[in-house]
């Protein structure tokens, strides 16, 4: 059994509700692994409270924390520092405690590129991309593969108004264009049919509503286009099944939610994070 002790540097996810967070084992796995004496703990913050939790970082020096549902976006007030992603994304989902100071990161984006690159083995530079969904997800997305270098970012979402801020900042911040495709399948598809890459960033096909996915044909869709999932349970969903069914390479999100992980650690420890290690314990918690 670990030893914890007053040297023992803790990190953690603050989040409401945090009860079936996948992130202490993946962490904690990592740790145990290189020898760090580390300890990660999930932190129920409700939102009336998250000034206080945000303020005990420093109070109980924390070495940093994640930060999740509902609190991504409020709690960039209530940080000293904020890297140039989290401030363009509007989020932050990782902060560093150094010396009292503290910096407050987006892991997601950076996360979902790096498992593009070494899962799917796609470098996003050049790419045309269309993004189903224009919530918090779709935008980080969307933003960092503008910081990447796409050429094409096409957003389509049931809600329009969220895509004015997203174009705004990708025109601001990058040389990519944007463009918007009716919440309809045909606009949709027709989308997709000029893209290198599809992600749906929609709930729809989420555990439990696994018989649900966005309005897509894969009908003219040139084989070799890959898809993308952000969900990651269940591991296929119906999209992804019918993706693979039309000769699509395809991936889910566990991809980004381990690399957003592997990110965080390494801004905590400086270390290399044990990929693989975290890997193979987030697979075991998704799975029990």
Known sequence: MR??????????LFGYPVEH??????????????GLDYVYVPFCVKPEELFTAAAGIRGMNLAGVNVTIPHKTAV??????????????????????????LTGYNTDAPGFVAALRKEAGVEPAGKRVTIIGAGGAARAVAIQLALEGVEKVILSSPFPQEITSIKKVITSASAASVAEAAWDET???????????????????????????????FDGIPEGVLVCDLIYNPGETLLLKKAKK????????MGMLLYQGVI????WTGREAPVEVMREALMKAIMS
């Open 21 to 34: 967070s996948f992130s202490p084992a993946m962490h904690n796995a990592a740790f145990s692994r290189l």
């Open 3 to 12: 030893s914890i002790s007053g040297k023992t540097k803790v990190t953690g």
């Open 246 to 253: 039309h000769g699509h390479p395809v991936m889910n999100g």
């Open 187 to 217: 606009a949709i598809s027709l989308a997709a049919a000029n893209s290198d890459i599809i992600i749906n960033a929609t709930p729809l096909g989420m555990h439990p509503n696994t018989d649900e996915m966005p309005p897509l044909r």
């Open 76 to 101: 960039m007030e209530l940080v000293d520092n904020l890297a140039p992603e989290a401030q363009l994304i509007g989020a932050v989902n990782t902060i560093v405690n150094k010396d009292g100071r």
């Open 264 to 267: 965080a650690f390494e801004l």
